[in-house]
Every structure is written in C-alpha cells, then in structure tokens.
C-alpha cells in the first residue's frame, strides 16, 4: 500500500496517534465509536503525519531546520531569529501536487456532505508529541477557524505547518525536552459549528483544581471558544454531580457562576481577517449561554468520553446558534491531575491576616508571596524579575517562558480553563485569574501574598503574609468504629478535603452562604417593599438581576451552596443545620436593620427554633425549607440530613416540624432525616421526650457548656472558666448520649473540643459516642487520638 496522505475522521482511532497525532486521532476515535452513544462531533478529515514528512523531504527543509537549531542551541541565533527562519522555510514552500489535490478533494466532498459549497471549516494542528500523557501540549500550535474554499485552506495548512515551530512552540519543548525534528504534524479540518452565532466552550471530567474525579466542570462563552481557550473574557461556570445525571428526575448542576463574558469572536465578513472581536450585549452579559438541559446533556458526554479513554479528559464543545445542536470539538487527556497517585496532598494555611486587595478563580491550592510585576503589553515581557508574581490583563502561549520563571500569576481575564490556568497548573505555579482590575489595583514592585489555599476564589492581599504547608498522607489513619465526620461551611472550600475518610458531614452551616453568597435578609426579599434605604434597595435589584421572582435568588443561592457542600461526600450523610444567626447578625445583612429589633442578649434572644414559626421570620423560613426540598428532591442529594438548633422546648419542636411539614420537608417521607442540636439543658433533661421527634441529636458543646456554666463564651474575662471537660458539662453529654442510645436514635458531637483536648476525645469514645466531627484541618491529628481512645476502651474490656 502506499502512503496515505488524507484520512476522514471516522477512518481513524486512538491507535492512530503517530500518523495523525492525538488531537485527531481522538476525534476519529469518538466519530468512530462514541456517536453510537449520542456524542455529536462535527465532520472532517486530518491529513497524515506522512503528508507532512513529504511536504518537508520535497522541500528540503530538514537540512535547513537542523542547521537553525545548532545555531540556536550554540547561542549564535536568538529564539526570535530562530523561528521565524524556521517558519519561513515552511511558508515558501509548496505542497506537492498530489497531496494538494488530496486535500482539494476532500474539502470537495465534505462540502457534498454538508450540502453547502465552500463551508466554513476549522484547520487545527495535531502534533503527534501533543497530549502525551506526561505533557500537556495543549494550545503550542496554531488554529485557524472560518476557513473557505480550496485556496485559503492550503494556506491555512501551510501556515499550520509553520506553527509547528512558533517561538513559544520552540521554547515549550526545550523545556520538555523533546526532539524538534522527531515531532511531526498532522492537520485536522473539521466542519465548524456555527458557534459563532452561538456559545463554546472547555470542558473536564473532573475538578482541575482539587483533583476531585466525581464533577464535570464546564466553562461556556458567547461565540467561537477560542475566547475561552486564550482567557480573553471571563467566562460563566458550571459544576455537575456525575454520579446523580442518571438518577430520574434529578438535575445534579451544583454550580452555575455567571461570568461577565463583556466580549466575543465572531465570523468576519470581507477583508483578510476571518475573524474578529465584538462587544456582547448587556443582556448576553447578564444571561447564562447554557440551559440546564444543555449543561447536562455536555456533564452526559464527558462520563461517556471519560468512561471510553478510561481516564480524566479535557474537552472542548460548541453550540450551534442556527440549529441549537450542541458538539464536541475536541477531546484530549487531562494531564495535571493525572500524574498525580496516591492519596498523600499538601494543605496550605495562611497564619497571619492583611488587607483583602482583589479575588479571582483561584488555580492550584498553594500560597505564594512576592513583588507585583505588572505587564501590560507582551512588548515589555523581557522586563518580568525572576522569581516575582507576574501581573498582567491575560496570557498566552507566547508568556510561556517567563510563566516559568514566576512565583505566582495573576491576570485581568480567563477563567479557570484559560490559557493562563492550564499553563499554571501545569507549572504548579499558583494563580489568580479573571480578578478584572488587578493590572490597576495592583502596583509594580508592591509587595503582595497571593493565596490559593481557601478553595475556589482566589485571594491577593497586601503585604507578605506568613503561611504554613503540611504534608498529609490520609492512608497512615487507622480505621475507627467511631464515625468521624467534618464541619464544613464554604462551598469554595468544599473539594478542598475530598481526600479525607470523613465518613460525612457531621456539620454543614448555612450561615455561611446566607452572609457571605446571598448577603440578604429573606424578609427583604419576601417583602423589599419595605426596604427604604435607597441604597439597599439598589444593592437587592443588582443582586436579583435575572430573576423574576427576588426570592428564587435566595433559594437557588442557598440549594447551589448546600450541594455543592454535599457534593464531596455523596452518599454519606451530610447533616445541615437551619439557620441560627442571633438578630445582631441578621441585622447586618442588607434590609436586615428593618426586620431585626435590638436585642440585650442575642445569644439568648430570638433565635433557632424560635424564628422558623414566628410571624417575623415565618416566610424567611420557607425559603430555607424550598431551598433545602430543592438540593434533596431537584438536585438529588437524598442523603441530606436536615437539623433543627436552638429548641427550647418540646412544643417548639412540635411547631417546627409542623411548619416543614406544611413546606414539604416531612419528616419520613422520601427518606428525610431530621435531627435536633442537643445544646440546650432543657434538651437533656427531657432527652427522651425529644427523642420521640427527631431522627438523632447532634451535641453543640459550646452552647451546652455556655448554658450549664452560665459563661459567656464570648466573654475574655471569663474565658478560663469556658471548659467543656467541666464535671457539670461532662456529666450532662453522658446523660445525652445514655438518653439517646435508649431511645434508639444516633448521637454525635460537633466542636473544637475532641480536636483541643485528646483527653475530652477519650472521654466521649468511652461513652460510646456515635460520632465525633471535626474541623478538616484538624482531622488528620485527632483520629490517631480516637483510635487509641478505642483501642484503650477494647483492652479494657477483655
């Protein structure tokens, strides 16, 4: 047989790599055998990596090029010189005649197929050392989009040829150390998906910052993809369940982040440009570009991608604003994650506070401190200092080389699926992308901490901070009869710990995404009409924008963060507290001064139970419990425990089950768990009676010890007399835990204290607590101490 010059996709597959390298053997292998499952791909052929070799043997430019590299490695030629020499030699050239006119009649017949003449197609590079799986290549080569007709397709080969040697491709492969004569290229043209008039965007099968393999998690734009892909605008994001998208009737999407999308590429009409970038409208800006059926029909595709390579992907997908058909374009292995094994990972904590100066899409966990090199312009990249934190409006791949030389990266544009983020993450340099204005905020030489390590946002602040990195290695924890769960509160924070064994979430509080995600008080938005600060007023429109209704703000704010807590832990229990801020805190919430009166002792005023049946919080109260039936009954997260705190009173219990009831949360049905905070003196001395209500109780020892000492725990006077291992506190958590077990009904503890004191651990081990949950960052060192409470009490015992 003779050299094949020209193959169509769905002649190909993943064995096909050294003749068509990765990128179009992967889409010849998913035309090939995943449109069987519904995976759409877009039409197209690759012409050979043989294509190329000839193209270079005809042309004569092997001799050349290697003479230019000897000069380049002997320091006699710079990288500029050298690759332009380099692509020159390619962009004088001719193909030969027979290739040519291989390639002619293969455009030929895709337009026959698509039933237009001179389509639109996407002339992408596929080199065969690209997306190997300890390299990611990703982006090292150009791609040239809205290509028509014969004659600009053979350019746009010959232009792909010569991209195989741009400088930022050259300098890429010094560093990996790969041969630059032994790389050959293969050239995909595919039909392209009129996303121009659409949406597109990046796609992994699995959380690229935490390494958390159960989510899918997708970025989408306005218009070609490549906007996404070089980081130009911030784009929105979405995080889906996988595990749930096959359970009926459920919606596993526990993220959705509108992205400003201020910008798009669309197809140029006339002139030499074919391409160009436009302003988004006011309302594309403040739209979503998926619609849940979309995000998870793309969540559907990336299982079965993921599933056929048997291994994590990256992917990129298109919508086609003409016929709404959504497309893979790509898909490649996910290379960052993948090279890590073992369940051993790094935690990093800053130890000292300073001035919050900007936030972004954190990438990576670590924590970096250094001088701000502001670069605006690529122009002035020989100015960057080694070893400072490079600050700039975007990157991309020409930033390569001195990316490397950074401690830390932060940038105007892109989201977490941005040039600057792959290449980041590929460095393991932390960064912080899509922060707007950090090339104004931020000053040259000023001294900044760039952290990382508080989950998804990431955070700049002034100063050089200390900070602390512990290795931790989950795999030396001895098992435990006792279930040890975590708190959690953030759902930034949520993949942080995933690695841990947690056997759930003994505490998930939703004070958290309340003040700091939603930062209204419900009644204001039950009743903003009785909001009359004008400025309050604007900040609930702003915030609501979008939504029709301002009280489905609250409601799918609140459901998105509680399962995107959950998510992490599926299908262990995820216990949630209700709301329990006192009226001070409520009434620092925006509209809250309207609906909070002033209060002598919050701590012992209107709060808990006592607000979810009150006339002044009812309706603030249902949104809680529409929230909650949402993430349990729309999302899917059934293994949510839903925990009522602060009940004073046997019939104050009797009144908040009758109000969840009437919202649909009956305690029972579908499974639902309710569980009491056992925290009140009250709640032990008439434990049985309590018993006989709720599902488990759950030990809050700092209001318990608060209540049975009669000491502020606010108080620093009396701070030393704050002690849950006091006699009088022990004795009332071993009357609540015999109480409990008698009743039949689960007891657990969620505090600092087992993590502060080994001995309070060892106490509540021996009186047969069913769990002990703990702040993540004190898990690793408080399990040893329940394992030897336990192994202490078996000897005991024998």
Request: hydrophobic share 40%; net charge negative; aromatic share 8%.
């Amino acid at each position: 047989m003779g050299k094949q010059h020209v193959m169509w996709f769905e002649d190909l597959g993943i064995g096909d790599v050294p003749i068509v390298g990765g990128k179009n053997a992967s889409l010849g292998e998913m035309v090939r055998t995943l449109e069987s499952e519904g995976v759409r791909v877009p039409p197209g052929f690759a012409t050979t990596a043989d294509a190329y070799r000839s193209f270079v043997d005809v042309n004569g430019i092997a001799t050349a090029a290697r003479a230019q590299l000897d000069r380049f490695h002997a320091g006699s030629a710079s990288l500029r010189e050298t690759g332009e020499a380099l692509r020159e030699l390619f962009l004088s050239s001719e193909f030969p005649e027979g290739i040519a006119e291989e390639i002619r009649a293969s455009y030929r017949q895709l337009a026959a197929r698509s039933g237009e003449t001179n389509p639109a197609v996407a002339v992408r590079s596929s080199a065969t050392a690209e997306d190997l799986p300890d390299a990611s290549f990703a982006g090292q080569q150009e791609t040239f989009l809205n290509v028509r007709g014969e004659r600009e397709l053979l350019d746009a080969c010959r232009r792909c040829y010569a991209s195989l040697f741009t400088d930022r491709a050259i300098s890429y492969r010094e560093v990996k150390e790969f041969d630059h004569l032994d790389a050959a290229l293969s050239i995909g043209v595919q039909r392209m998906v009129r996303s121009d008039v659409g949406g597109s965007g990046v796609m992994f099968s699995i959380d690229t910052e935490s390494g958390f393999p159960r989510v899918a998690v997708i970025s989408a734009a306005w218009g070609l993809g490549e906007t996404v892909v070089q980081g130009t605008v911030n784009p929105d994001k979405y995080l889906v369940f996988k595990p749930l998208l096959e359970t009926p009737g459920c919606s596993p999407i526990v993220e959705k982040t509108l992205g400003a999308k201020s910008r798009k590429m669309i197809y140029s009409k006339g002139g030499s440009a074919r391409t160009r970038m436009v302003d988004t409208s006011e309302r594309q800006q403040q739209s979503f570009v998926l619609v849940d059926a979309e995000i998870l029909q793309l969540a559907r595709w990336a299982v079965v991608v993921e599933a056929h390579y048997g291994r994590p992907m990256d992917m990129e997908w298109a919508k086609d604003g003409v016929t709404g058909e959504l497309f893979i374009v790509q898909a490649r292995p996910e290379t960052v994650q993948a090279r890590k094994t073992g369940t051993r990972f790094t935690t990093h904590h800053l130890t000292q506070d300073g001035p919050l100066l900007i936030s972004g899409a954190a990438i990576g966990d670590a924590i970096a401190t250094g001088s701000a090199c502001v670069i605006r312009d690529p122009a002035d990249i020989e100015n960057f200092r080694d070893g400072a934190i490079l600050v700039t409006e975007m990157t991309d791949p020409d930033w390569v080389p001195i990316m490397t030389r950074a401690s830390g990266i932060v940038t105007d544009h892109g989201g977490p699926t941005s040039h600057a983020a792959i290449v980041s993450r590929e460095l393991g340099i932390p960064a912080v992308v899509g922060t707007g204005t950090a090339t104004e905020v931020l000053k040259e030489g000023q001294e900044i901490t760039l952290s990382c390590a508080e989950g998804d946002q990431g955070h700049i602040y002034d100063g050089t901070l200390t900070f602390e990195t512990e290795e931790l290695d989950p795999a030396t924890l001895s098992a435990t009869r006792t279930a040890v769960m975590v708190n959690i509160a953030s759902p930034a924070a949520a993949f942080q710990w995933w690695r841990l064994p947690a056997a759930g979430v003994g505490l998930a509080r939703m004070e958290f995404i309340i003040n700091n995600l939603i930062t209204i008080h419900p009644m204001a938005l039950v009743h903003p009409e009785l909001v009359t600060d004008q400025s309050e007023r604007q900040q609930i429109e702003e915030l609501t924008r979008g939504f029709d209704d301002p009280t489905e703000f609250f409601v799918e704010t609140l459901a998105l963060g509680i399962a995107k807590l959950a998510t992490p832990y599926h299908p262990l229990p995820v216990i949630v507290r209700l709301s329990d801020f006192k009226t001070n805190e409520y009434a620092h919430l925006i509209g809250g001064s309207v609906f909070e009166h002033s209060e002598e002792n919050p701590m012992l005023g209107f709060r808990g139970a006592s607000r979810y049946y009150s006339p002044r919080y009812r309706e603030g109260f249902d949104l809680e419990c529409r929230a909650l039936k949402r993430v349990r009954e729309q999302i899917g997260f059934a293994n949510i425990i839903i925990m009522v705190p602060f009940c004073r009173t046997v019939a104050e219990a009797d009144r908040v089950l009758a109000v969840m009831a009437e919202n649909g949360l009956v305690r029972g049905e579908n499974g639902l768990q309710i569980y009491m905070m056992c925290e009140i003196p009250a709640n032990v001395i008439l434990a049985e009676k309590f018993a006989t209500r709720f599902d488990g109780f759950s030990i809050g020892s700092n209001d318990l010890t608060q209540l049975v000492l009669g000491v502020d725990r606010d108080s620093e006077e009396l701070a030393a007399l704050f002690d849950e291992r006091d006699e009088a506190v022990t004795s009332m958590i071993s009357q609540a835990i015999q109480k409990a077990h008698a009743a039949g009904i689960k007891i657990g503890i969620c505090g600092q204290g087992p993590s502060n004191y080994p001995d309070f651990a060892a106490f509540l081990v021996n009186e047969g607590i069913d769990s002990i949950s703990l702040n993540p960052d004190s898990f690793m060192k408080t399990v040893p101490h329940i394992a030897d409470a336990e192994a202490a009490v078996e000897a005991r015992d024998r």
